[in-house]
């Protein structure tokens, strides 16, 4: 019989939980010898098109990344993974220009874009950022939320213009565009939030839990559209993703993070077959 306090360490399947101390000393424990960046650079074909070097940067004067290097190619996925806190959406925010950064640097196509601004990163180095702290203006129409992506650009009429082609591209949207955001369902204000920051014709996507929150017939279609967008149209993906199996069948590469550092890094189909990360982190 399983008594009362027992039931915070099994999920409703019977599977074991663990906490996340419990996966961060586990994580520890099972961490990759000599990740060196010569290993992070193959997995990056030797060509990176993202590249994170020494980063140590937090919020305030907190330090939650240590020494954090990252390497993506053009046209390349790569996805975190790791328990909560670890300091995933640190990092995203950290490229797009939303922490602090005490030293090391990022570069995109060899160009340190450290010290940017978001707005510069948008508008000049082609980075977008979406999802989790983002949302769409619900008493704006579907229209008018897609425009909003559009604030950066010289002229209100070219992001009407590049609306039109997203209109076009994903009719789902199209049908709804003179509703107002709030009547969307989760998968359509996924989609609405990913278009919106298309309008800037970004080449690197930060997406930030594109699954939070989803169910499962949005999740396959939001993985569809990133899909799309890395091989359809050639943009370079860095996400986090709770659903970690979800996260590595989708992604050329993956990271473990734990306490602000990469503990395991390799291909995802790799990372999906490791069973310590499978243990950890997959579920079974
Ligand atoms: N805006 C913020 N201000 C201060 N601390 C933050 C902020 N965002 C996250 N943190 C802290 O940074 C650490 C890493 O958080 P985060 O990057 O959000 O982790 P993850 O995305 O892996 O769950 C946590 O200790 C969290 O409390
Ligand atoms: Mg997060």
């Avoid at 961490?31 to 290993?39: I, R």
């Avoid at 359509?188 to 499962?216: F, N, Q, T």
Wanted: net charge negative; with cysteine; aromatic share 6%.
């Amino acid at each position: 019989m399983m008594e009362e306090g027992d039931r915070k360490d099994a999920a409703p399947g019977g599977e074991p939980i663990i906490s996340v101390e419990q996966v961060v000393v586990e994580t520890e424990k099972i961490a990759q010898k000599g990740l060196t960046n010569d290993y992070l650079a193959g997995l990056a074909r030797n060509e990176p098109y993202v590249s994170i070097e020494n980063l140590r940067a937090g919020y305030g004067k907190m330090e939650v990344l240590h020494d954090f290097n990252l390497q993506v190619a053009k046209n390349q996925s790569l996805c975190l993974i790791g328990p909560n806190g670890a300091g995933k959406s640190t990092i995203l925010h950290s490229i797009f220009g939303f922490t602090n950064i005490f030293s090391g640097s990022i570069k995109i196509d060899g160009e340190d874009i450290t010290r940017l601004t978001p707005n510069e990163k948008l508008k000049k180095s082609g980075i977008a950022y979406i999802l989790q702290d983002q949302s769409v203006f619900p008493g704006m129409t579907v229209e008018e939320n897609l425009w909003m992506g559009g604030y950066l650009m010289d002229s209100p009429q070219e992001a009407k213009e590049k609306a039109e082609q997203i209109f076009e591209k994903y009719p789902r949207l199209a049908e709804r565009r003179n509703q107002k955001a709030r009547v969307l369902s989760g998968g359509e204000r996924r989609l609405l939030e990913i278009s919106r920051a298309l309008v800037m014709e970004p080449e690197v996507l930060l997406v930030d839990e594109p699954s939070i929150g989803l169910e499962p017939r949005f999740i396959d279609m939001v993985f569809e559209i990133l899909d799309d967008l890395q091989h359809g149209e050639g943009k370079t993906i860095i996400m986090v993703e709770q659903n970690a199996k979800k996260g590595l069948e989708f992604a050329d590469i993956g990271y473990v993070l734990v306490s602000g550092e990469t503990a395991i890094a390799g291909p995802g189909d790799e990372l999906l077959e490791n069973p310590d990360v499978g243990r950890l982190f997959l579920g079974g």
